[in-house]
Each structure stands twice: as C-alpha cells, then as structure tokens.
C-alpha cells in the first residue's frame, strides 16, 4: 500500500498585487510517480518551490496547509526527505570545485557521511561507468546529460523520499531524455515518490502513474494516466493532447509522440 508522504490542500500563493497559485490540492505517495503538466507560466515550478518553502522573496503563501508526513514543514525535511533535480543542471553547479567535492558538501551539510566508494557506487547506479573521473571532473567537462545524472545521485545519497524534478528532460536529446526517464522510473522501483515537471505530453505518458494539469495556476484536471484520452477530461486537457498530436504527426503519417514515448 502506498504511503501518503505530501498532502497538499488548498494551496494558494501570490504577490502582494498577484494571485500565483489557486487552491492547489493533491497528495504524493510512496513508489508513485506524478506528471504536473501545463504550458510554461502555468504555475508548476511555483507549486514545487511551495512543497519545498523556498518560494522567491516577493512571493508568500496566502493560504491552504502542506504536510509532510502528516507534519508541518521543518527544515531539516529539505534535502533529507525531499530533494529536487532542477531543470538546468549546469547552472546548479559552481564551475570552480569538482563534482567530488560538491557532491560531499552537500552530503556533509544534510549531516550525511560522504563515503566516496558508497557515492561511486551510487554514480554507478545512475550509470555513470566511470565514478572516479565523475568525482575529479568539473561541471564543465561533463554533458548536460551527465550532470542530470549527478543529480539524481545526489537525491539518491541523501535518501530523500520525495523527488521533484523539474523539467529533468528540456535540455536533452532524445536519447538523454530516454535514459533520464528509465532512471526516473527506477526511483519509483525503489518506493521513491517522484512529482515530475513537465510541458511534454509524450514525457508524462510514458512514466507517469498520474497527471496533474495545470492551467493560470490551477489545478484543472487530475487523473490516471491510462485515463488521458477519456471523453471527460477538462477542456484544457483536450487542447494539450491536440495541441501534442499536430506537433508530434508528420506527412509520412507517423506519429512521432508515440515513436519519442517509447524512447
């Protein structure tokens, strides 16, 4: 049975002047992996920045509860119960130390031991095939690609339960994208909960357990993924999967969704 680890009800944020977020609500559970899909300004990231309580300086939260664990939220939970991949991973990164030695501030300052054979098993993991080099390199010197992966291992020694991350896809070519969803996908395996940020309807169907759409920073359909096509959904919803059918059809009348969904 899957554990209920973040509840959010009626979650709303906003500047003083601007209403961000309307109502928000929903859970994330244990092994379960959920799509917030929506165009970009639709509110995703500002929702994950509230799960995390590290909404921008101007922005505060108006109303409406999260729980972690049945709990509020407590700063230690960042990064040892929730950790977030962020969508451009080179920018994470500072260009001047090493991989090495990012990887084991960041583990020290969550009060977690760095053993570098436990980390270069963990970059294994991730496959990363040559750990060492990983750790002796600097941001630069590896591809968008392998800094994802650096990432994930990063949330993978922390053993944080819950995983957002946030358009862990955008940077990559296809091939990249395939392999950092197979890697989400194992974090499932492991009875992770992942809220996955994204605007590419192939991406949520081919790992999402739910979607979760997002429209001018509403929540305005929320579903089981094998209930995409219903005649039921929002109308937003049927415009997304119109709107991914005319980009993703082509004149050789192949369809290119379903062909990127299975890489």
Known sequence: MCEKLI???????????????????????????????????????????????????????????????????????????????????????????????????????????????????????????????????????????????VMIAIALSLDSKVIIADEPTSDLDTAGQKEIIELILNLKKENKAVLMITHNLAVAKSCADKIAVMSNGRLVDFFDTHELSDKNRHEYTKKLIYANSMLCSSKWNIDLGEYNAEM
């Open 7 to 149: 509840s959010i009800n009626n979650l709303s944020a906003g500047t003083e002047n601007h209403q961000i977020l309307h109502n928000i609500s929903f859970d994330i559970k244990s092994g379960e992996i959920i799509c917030l899909l929506g165009q970009s300004g639709s509110g995703k990231t500002m929702t994950a920045l509230s799960i995390l309580n590290m909404l921008p300086l101007n922005v505060i939260q108006t109303s409406g509860t999260i729980l972690y664990n049945h709990t509020p939220f407590d700063e230690s939970m960042r990064g040892s119960f929730i950790s977030m991949i962020m969508q451009a991973p080179a920018s994470c990164f500072d260009s001047v130390f090493t991989i090495g030695a990012q990887f084991k501030d960041i583990l020290t300052s969550n009060n977690k031991e760095y053993s570098e054979n436990k980390v270069c098993s963990i970059l294994e993991k991730v496959e990363l095939n040559n750990p060492k080099d990983i750790l002796n390199s600097y941001p630069f010197q590896l591809s968008g690609g392998m800094l994802q992966r």
